[in-house]
């Protein structure tokens, strides 16, 4: 299949070959993992060993977008980003959004985010007209023909050489939320908003009530209606370094972003990575923390109270833990399951772990997905996305076209209890 970029549409001009590959299979599930059927791989049929297919994911009802930050055309690294859409049980590919931005330098696909018939694509190693790594962010709508058109790059109004604007993005509703972690200061959030159709502009920048440099504020970030939450992996916490943060800004009347909180827990120590992932529904907040360093590796559910005060209601951790698995290296949640990422786990094979409410409304491990024999450095489990009955999950080491192209895994969700904070913080949930 060869793509045409025509006034900024991707346009298929042939279907002799497939553009991105399926294959619908079992994979491994361990013992009462209720709720979770038979996954569907999905890979770029023109993909190669190193290109990281898989990287980054989302999911958006019907449509699915995966990252591929190095992937190669022409002999060169350029970065990819694969549309395609899903009809019933068959995915059909629509087509790799990188046109003249997926330039030489690559890391085009380094992140994604979906809404609706809206796109959103990080590049941070974007050169753009500030220096080296500046980053950028690229903005595609869909047409009511199902053409996909860019509709705008967005970079920062103080772009610095870098920066790496783009290394995380979000998008909800009109607003599009974009990091940078930067080598210059703490790291900030842009935010952008649609002011009409298709226009976009910069109408604000987040950052910590008291910044800290090389905190990594603005890797990742979440958004989930006035809510925007911030992680800080990496900065220092009660002279523990790299205990980590997540920081919580909320959208006032007028559309100005102010913090509410700052998120930690009591018991985290040095190299915990708190702020690893983040993931909002409605407003419930999850949190890992990695415990890369020390095999304490938690995610928290947090949810403010009637005062106003955010608090760590329970705290999941996997029914058997192992230590340096590099839980919570991703998490993605809904309103009836949490799905937590652990990279290194068998060799870094990788896993995925899920969670739902008991009879008690608690959150507990219901299941634990891995691959097939478990095959070493999969990195299965580096990028999660949620969206109604489906999880998406990533393995940008993973087998497709080649033996470490990268892949992604699409599994179709049944029923399963909804998740309602327990009233106070449980120290475990086995």
């Excluded at 970079?155 to 939320?177: M, P, S, T």
């Excluded at 989930?224 to 370094?241: F, I, K, N, P, W």
């Excluded at 095999?295 to 009637?306: K, P, S, T």
């Excluded at 909804?418 to 106070?424: D, E, L, Q």
């Amino acid at each position: 299949m060869k793509l045409l970029l025509i006034g900024g549409t991707l346009t298929i001009v042939t279907a002799a070959a497939t553009l991105i590959g399926f294959h619908r299979h079992e994979l491994g599930l361990s013992a009462g993992a209720g709720g979770w059927r038979d996954g569907q791989r999905i890979f770029a049929s023109d993909g190669a060993d190193g290109e990281h297919f898989g990287h980054a994911v989302a999911l958006d009802g019907d449509r699915i977008l995966v990252g591929a930050p190095e992937a190669k055309r022409s002999g060169h690294c350029t970065g990819a980003a694969y549309l395609f859409r899903r009809e019933g049980q068959e995915l059909s590919p629509v087509g790799n959004l990188g046109g003249p931005e997926a330039t030489p330098l690559g890391g085009f696909g380094d992140s994604v985010a979906l809404c609706g018939h809206l796109a959103l694509v990080g590049k941070p190693s974007d050169d753009g007209a500030a220096d080296e790594s500046a980053g950028a962010a690229y903005l595609y709508q869909e047409d009511g023909s199902g053409q996909w058109h860019r509709l705008a790059r967005l970079v920062a109004h103080d772009a610095a050489a870098g920066d790496r604007f783009g290394n995380c993005v979000a998008l909800e509703n009109g607003i599009a939320l974009i990091g940078t972690r930067g080598q210059r200061h703490s790291g900030a959030v842009y935010v952008f908003r649609e002011e009409a159709a298709g226009n976009w502009r910069e109408c604000g920048k987040l950052t910590p009530s008291l910044p800290v440099a090389d905190d990594s504020f603005g890797w990742p970030i979440a958004l989930g209606g006035d809510l925007a939450v911030v992680g800080a992996h990496t900065s220092r916490q009660e002279g523990q370094s790299q205990a980590g943060a997540a920081y919580v800004f909320q959208r006032n009347l007028s559309g100005n972003w102010q913090q509410l909180a700052k998120l930690t827990v009591p018991d985290l120590g040095e190299h915990d990575f708190f702020g690893r992932a983040i993931a909002i529904q409605d407003r419930a907040i999850l949190v890992s923390a990695c415990g890369y360093a020390n095999g304490q590796a938690a995610a928290y559910l947090f949810r403010e109270d009637r005062a106003g005060t955010w608090q760590a209601v329970a705290r999941l951790t996997p029914r058997n833990p192992v230590p340096d698995r590099f839980f919570g290296a991703a998490v993605a949640m809904n309103d009836r399951v949490i799905a937590i990422g652990a990279l290194h786990e068998n060799d870094a094979s990788g896993a995925v772990y899920l969670f739902s409410a008991d009879g008690n409304k608690v959150p507990r491990q219901t299941g634990r997905i891995t691959l097939p024999g478990q095959p070493s450095r999969q990195w299965f489990g580096v990028a999660l996305a949620l969206s109604g009955d489906s999880l998406l999950v990533g393995a940008d080491c993973g087998g497709g076209k080649t033996p470490k192209s990268g892949a992604a895994y699409l599994f179709p969700l049944t029923a399963m209890n909804p998740i309602t904070a327990p009233p106070h913080l449980s120290p475990n949930q086995d």
